[in-house]
């Protein structure tokens, strides 16, 4: 089963890669509050998402060095 993450695109100044920058929050195991994770993947991004968009993204074999995660939709 393929994965499905929703972020925001930060860059999108390559050409068909978008930088997207994925949220979730985590519990600390000991004060029991919610930390704010942020974390970036390189996307294939045939869609034409700009920045500043939520898109969907979406699970691929490798395409490259970084690249393993595919644009599917604008939000």
Known sequence: MKKLLTGTVKSAKMTKTAIVDVVHFQ??????????????????????????D?????????????KHWQITKVL
Do not use: F
């Open 27 to 52: 519990v600390h195991p000991k004060y029991l509050k919610r930390i704010k994770v942020n974390k970036s993947y390189a996307a294939h991004n045939e869609v034409g998402a700009k920045e500043g």
């Open 54 to 66: 939520t898109v969907q993204l979406k699970e691929i074999r490798p395409m490259s060095k970084s």
